[in-house]
């Protein structure tokens, strides 16, 4: 009867210890680092930056602290676990020379490919690149006529024209004159200082007879005489969305006429250089 009793009494003891070691078990907290290592804990408090704990078997000992970025997660006593993935803060980092290149395979050392900039409005309706045909008076369209223009560059850029057109006024000197000899022509180059706007240097005719297109002379000479000369004007070929546009501009042109009739006395005829106010106004159609 007494084994009995003894064997039962060592029975409940190990029933008890167990009981005890499975509560103990369960009333502690695991904090699990991202370095493999564990901490068994009582966990106190938890910060953003920092967890306070103090270890599960020196329940009295120092509060103990463990960085929030190196920590996965903890697992506490009722059963629950709590993941932790800190997002870094992104700081601005010194750039070196060797952080403009990347390397191949090869170990080749190639220059990093830089985002483009992003375009303007100007930019991507086209109005930097352009071939254009118009319509319009002055010197750049021959007098009355058309005028063929294309457009290169960017917000500065470069552009080249011809124009083709008929002489707009009566000839001094009535009767002397046909359809093809009231043709005239005209070319030039355009520097855009920005966008739209624009210093034009040309090279062309601007009259017959000695009468400029724009404004009689005074002088009567014979209807071979040609005007003939360059001109600078400053405008602007302005285009209403992406393909309508106007043409405005003004300036100086300097025609060269033969005031001698062939003679003067030498080899070569002699010629007068007067200097007119030049304009420009027409419409025209971008491609």
């Not at 040609?226 to 004007?233: E, I, N, S, Y």
Request: proline residues 5%.
């Amino acid at each position: 009867m007494k084994a009995h009793l003894k064997m039962f009494s060592h029975k409940v003891s190990a029933v008890l210890l167990f009981f005890f070691i499975t509560i103990t078990a369960q009333a502690q907290d695991y904090i699990y680092m991202k370095d493999g290592s564990e901490y068994r804990a009582k966990v106190e408090e938890i910060t953003p930056e920092i967890i306070k704990f103090k270890k599960f078997d020196q329940p009295e000992g120092p509060l103990r602290t463990v960085n929030v970025e190196d920590v996965i997660s903890i697992r506490y006593q009722d059963g629950t676990e709590e993941a932790f993935t800190k997002v870094q803060e992104q700081t601005p980092e010194k750039t070196t020379e060797d952080d403009q290149y990347v390397y191949s395979f090869d170990g080749d050392k190639k220059e990093e490919e830089q985002p483009e900039k992003p375009k303007s409005k100007f930019q991507l309706n086209g109005h930097d690149k352009y071939v254009s045909l118009g319509g319009g008076f002055g010197n750049s369209y021959g007098g009355a006529g058309t005028r063929f223009q294309f457009r290169v560059g960017g917000i500065v850029g470069f552009g080249l024209h011809t124009g083709l057109g008929v002489y707009p006024r009566p000839f001094l000197n009535p009767g002397t004159g046909s359809f093809q000899k009231r043709i005239q022509f005209d070319f030039g180059v355009k520097l855009f200082v920005y966008k739209w706007i624009y210093v034009d240097f040309q090279m062309g005719m601007v009259g017959r007879d000695d009468d400029y297109y724009l404004y009689e002379t005074g002088d009567r000479g014979q209807f071979s005489d040609v005007l003939f000369g360059p001109a600078v004007l400053a405008g602007a070929d302005y285009i209403f969305g992406k393909h309508l546009g106007v043409n405005l501009g003004a300036g100086v042109s300097f025609p060269i006429t033969d005031v001698s009739g062939g003679g003067g006395g030498g080899p070569l005829p002699q010629t007068e250089t007067n200097v007119y106010p030049a304009i420009d106004a027409g419409v025209f159609y971008k491609f």
